[in-house]
Structures are given as C-alpha cells and as structure tokens.
Antibody, heavy 119, light 112 residues
Framework: EVQLVESGGGLVQPGGSLRLSCAAS????????MNWVRQAPGKGLEWVSY????????FYADSVEGRFTISRDNAKNSLYLQINSLRAEDTAVYFC????????????WGQGTMVTVSS | DIVMTQTPLSLSVTPGQPASISCKSS???????????LYWYLQKPGQSPQLLIY???NRLSGVPDRFSGSGSGTDFTLKISRVEAEDVGVYYC?????????FGQGTKVEIK
C-alpha cells in the first residue's frame, strides 16, 4: 500500500523550532518529487515547499522562505521539514504530499502532523 | 501569485441531484506545452485531501465517473452528475502552472 506517515509535530513557543518527518512506503520514493502543504485550523490549503527527486531543485513559499528547510533521504525513504523561527501563523496541520510523475499535482497525501505555535 | 476564486463557497444538494463548482484563475493556466495545469481535490470530513481530477478533465484512477471537469484558460468547472452521500466535504481547485502553487478557498458540499 502506498503510504506517507508524518511525525514530529507538537506544541512549540514562538521563535522555536521543530523537525517534521515523513516516512514513505509502498512506492519507489527516490523517483518522486515531494512537497509539504499545510492547513491552518478551519482554513484552506497552502503549499509550503517542493523538493525534486534528487534534491537538486527546491522551492519555498514566500511565507516560509529563510525559516523552513526541506530535505530528503532517499536511502531512508524519508522527507523532512526543518521549521525555525516559528510564528503563531505557522500553526497548522502539515501534510507530506507526493507529486506524481505524470502531472504537477499532489496524488498521495499523508494524514498530517499538527504544529501549534503558542506561548 | 495566481489567485484562484471558487464559487459558491457552500452548496447543499439533494442526493441524486447534480452539483457544479466554478473556479476562476487570475491568469491563464494554459502552458506553452499545451497542458492546462488545473486540478480538483476533495477533502472529506476528518480526512486528508484526495486528488480527483488533473489537468482540467482527467479523472484519477478510481474516481467515479459522476465527477467531471471542464474549462479552459481561466474558467473551470467541476460537476457531479448525481451527488451521493459520500461526496460531502470541501472541494478545492489548484493551479500548478506557476509557483507558488495556489488553491481556491474551497467549496463545502453538504447533503440536504
């Protein structure tokens, strides 16, 4: 079964840091580009970051540029998001998302991990 | 950034009746490669979003044929020919012709 499982979320104070992880299984992880998408409580979807299959191409939303770092370890079938200098507006469920090879969309989503930024 | 505007924001539908959601983009989503980078997702209550339709009108494998997508340029529509109870949730359109990828605000579909 194709699956993405996120972990690492939690409650953190403003200015703090977290490292989110996403474990992939059921497909050849190294062949796919990956993304992080977030959803603030009761709100819509916001794309956060993209990484190509070999990590050669990386993009960020302006709202997180300079504070978030996406990375992957293809040997471990894992995707990561290092999030620093957290702000209240970063409070959201963070989804790990696969990008299929045939189109620029998000075809497989994890269940999400909640990040809450509060003092 | 490309702004995606969905209407209506909520929809109450009798089972078996059709439903239609509009999505308009602030710029054309037609790429020079001939593809139009418009997608539709459904987020069922308590679940992660799922991809329904890619590049305007292509249903993902396993998506019922009561779902159809149409449109071009900046105007797009998702239609459900006969709404079923399992179709409730929030529908989002998304563009990926340009970074950042942007989503519509979402259309909440409920059953009467």
């Amino acid at each position: 079964e194709v699956q993405l499982v996120e972990s690492g979320g939690g409650l953190v104070q403003p200015g703090g840091s977290l490292r989110l992880s996403c474990a992939a299984s059921g497909f050849t992880f190294s062949s796919y580009s990956m993304n992080w998408v977030r959803q603030a409580p009761g709100k819509g979807l916001e794309w956060v970051s993209y990484i190509s299959s070999s990590s050669t191409t990386i993009f960020y939303a302006d709202s997180v540029e300079g504070r978030f770092t996406i990375s992957r370890d293809n040997a471990k079938n894992s995707l990561y998001l290092q999030i620093n200098s957290l702000r209240a507006e970063d409070t959201a469920v963070y989804f790990c998302v696969r990008e299929p090879t045939f189109t620029s969309a998000f075809d497989i989503w994890g269940q999400g991990t909640m990040v809450t930024v509060s003092s | 950034d490309i702004v995606m505007t969905q209407t209506p924001l909520s929809l109450s539908v009798t089972p078996g009746q059709p439903a239609s959601i509009s999505c308009k983009s602030s710029q054309s989503l037609l790429h020079s490669d001939g593809k139009t980078y418009l997608y539709w997702y459904l987020q069922k209550p308590g679940q992660s979003p799922q991809l329904l339709i890619y590049e305007v009108s292509n249903r993902l494998s396993g998506v019922p044929d009561r779902f159809s997508g149409s449109g071009s340029g900046t105007d797009f529509t998702l239609k459900i020919s006969r709404v079923e109870a399992e179709d409730v949730g929030v529908y989002y359109c998304m563009q990926s012709i340009q970074l950042p990828r942007t989503f519509g605000q979402g259309t909440k579909v409920e059953i009467k």
